[in-house]
């Protein structure tokens, strides 16, 4: 998907992979999606701070597998893989290196066609975030549980909502306009066998882009680009907020899919931060990046 987290957040950035999107009567699809997502800003408030001893990067695997069985209706699956790498400068000069690898959290949402028309689209989708992700792993160097914001999942169960419209032949017959909105509520879950319940945020998330068509010979083009606007709330801990968690993001995301045939896609995009408005001292994303694969056949 082309216009389709980022703070310290556990897991796959699942809620920023919905992608509600049109499928025809009686296809399948399935989209193969490599997610790099490195944190080197360290922000306090809306100010980057210039000494930074600790950076992370998140390594994802995401597989989207979607099909639908009338011309309105669809069901899309996500399943996710995560690597989480985080290295810490030490006052000795040496590095401390903290990782943690596993299946990360599962996505079932159905989604719904409103309407389509020749030049507008309205697409709604409801869904919930498994918590079949890791939350066990442990730091080999202490042998003591990572923090949950480590972990291949959350392990909580969230629920989503999103919302997606889609404006064609905007400018010329092949630009298109967009905008998706999504939120999710993540309910909590016990750590440390019980000694803690951790809460993740909630979050509200909207998008909009443009993007226009190059039509070659036996294939085509699409490039476009996007703005996001991402508000979360702050984690809690035993029903108490956590501090330096929570904020305000706005990120621009420049993208290119190429369709090589009408079944198969290649796409990537990358995407920067712009502004950010942070709740207390946080680790963010300096640089996301993705490449993705999709084939979509005709179940007979």
């Known amino acids: 998907m082309l216009i389709g987290q980022a703070c310290c957040s556990g897991g796959a950035p699942l809620s920023g992979s919905i992608g509600l999107e049109d499928v025809e009567k009686g296809f399948f699809f399935t989209e193969i999606n490599y997610d790099y997502n490195t944190q080197k800003s360290l922000v306090s408030s809306s100010e980057r701070i210039g000494d930074n001893p600790r950076e992370r990067v998140t390594h994802s695997g995401i597989a989207r597998l979607g099909f639908a069985p009338t011309d309105r209706f669809m069901i899309v699956t996500l399943l996710s893989y995560v690597q989480q790498e985080e290295r ?173 045939s009408p079944y198969l896609q290649l796409g990537a995009f990358s995407e920067w931060p712009v502004w950010w408005s942070l709740k207390g001292t946080q680790l963010t994303t300096t640089t996301r990046m993705r490449i993705s694969i999709q084939y979509k056949f005709p179940i007979s």
């Open 88 to 260: 810490t400068q030490l006052n000795t000069g040496g590095t401390s290196l903290k990782k943690a690898t596993g299946i990360g959290d599962a996505v079932v949402m159905g989604q719904y066609r409103l309407f389509g028309q020749l030049k507008d689209n309205l697409l709604i989708g409801l869904g919930t975030e498994l918590p079949i992700g890791r939350t066990d792993r442990i730091d080999e160097r202490t042998e003591l549980p990572l923090h949950p914001d480590l972990q291949p999942g959350r392990g909580a169960w969230s629920f989503i909502g999103s919302m997606r419209y889609n404006r064609y032949q905007l400018i010329r017959p092949t630009t298109s306009f967009f905008t998706q909105l999504t939120y999710r509520v993540t309910t909590a879950a016990d750590r440390y066998e019980g000694l803690q319940e951790y809460r993740f945020g909630n979050e509200f998330r909207i998008m909009a882009g443009i993007s226009d068509r190059l039509t070659l010979k036996k294939s085509f083009i699409d490039s476009g680009i996007l703005v996001m606007y991402r508000h979360t709330l702050e984690d809690e801990i035993n029903g108490n907020k956590s501090p330096n968690t929570g904020g305000n993001w706005i990120h621009i995301r420049p993208g290119v899919q190429w369709a090589l």
